[in-house]
């Protein structure tokens, strides 16, 4: 199966940095999706972002599907970033299940 | 964005009990739901695809019959633990992908304690 790799798997930040998370996958894809997982376990959704670049706020998102990898920007970070990010993939066809990394945890200090 | 709701939020029962799980799309139709599970500190580890009309797709290594999967109707699908064990503690969380995108989303979880 799809292979997705994430790194760093933890990242400490001070609030106000800027960071950069990625995501590696194996095959060609036609969904990927960041998400974050609050403390209180709930997914939620950042960007579907199969291709190009996209940005919402303090957070943008850019993937190149020719290259396998994806990169989420997230900048003048906040102590409500915290949490783990991840990153979920599905290949080309009719299944739609998702393929998850192992994520990065985020750990955003005052 | 789409909205997927779960019920019981967090469940404690006694091994040897089963225990459902509701898994709902509030403002969708989803014909395919999924059900993953978490252990602290992991990723999502997908147990199934929950088919409307249809029985569900187990992954490998997982038991059909300890963890019995309903899809009734285009908004819910339900995950039934039967005689639950202290190992079976766990989060659990579905999620449906909405029909024009794709793009998945998500219910807050059921943490699951088996005493």
């Known amino acids: 199966g799809i292979q997705v790799e994430q790194s760093p798997p933890d990242l400490i930040l001070q609030e106000g940095a800027n960071s950069t998370l990625r995501c590696n996958f194996s095959d060609s894809v036609n969904n990927l999706q960041w998400f974050h997982q609050n403390p209180w376990g709930q997914l939620i959704n950042l960007f579907y972002i199969p291709s190009g670049t996209k940005q919402n706020g303090r957070l943008s998102a850019t993937t190149v599907a020719t290259e396998r990898y994806s990169l989420l920007y997230i900048s003048s970070s906040q102590t409500t970033d915290s949490g783990v990010y991840f990153c979920?993939?599905?290949?080309?066809?009719?299944?739609?299940?998702?393929?998850f990394g192992k994520g990065t945890l985020l750990t955003v200090n005052p | 964005g789409a909205v997927v709701s779960q019920h019981p939020s967090r469940v404690i029962c006694k091994s040897g009990t089963s225990v459902k799980i509701e898994c709902r799309s509030l403002?969708?139709?989803?014909?395919?739901m999924f059900w993953y599970r978490q252990f602290p500190k992991q990723s999502l580890m997908l147990m199934a695809t929950s088919n409307e009309g249809s029985k569900a797709t187990y992954e490998q290594g997982v038991e059909k019959d300890k963890f019995l999967i309903n899809h009734a109707s285009l908004t819910l699908s339900t995950l039934t633990v039967t005689s639950a064990h202290p190992e079976d503690s766990s989060f659990y969380i579905c999620s449906a992908p909405t029909r024009r995108t794709y793009e998945q989303y998500f219910g807050p979880g059921t943490r699951l304690t088996v005493t």
């Open positions: 979920a993939v599905k290949r080309g066809g009719s299944n739609y299940k998702l393929t």
């Open positions: 403002d969708f139709q989803a014909t395919t």
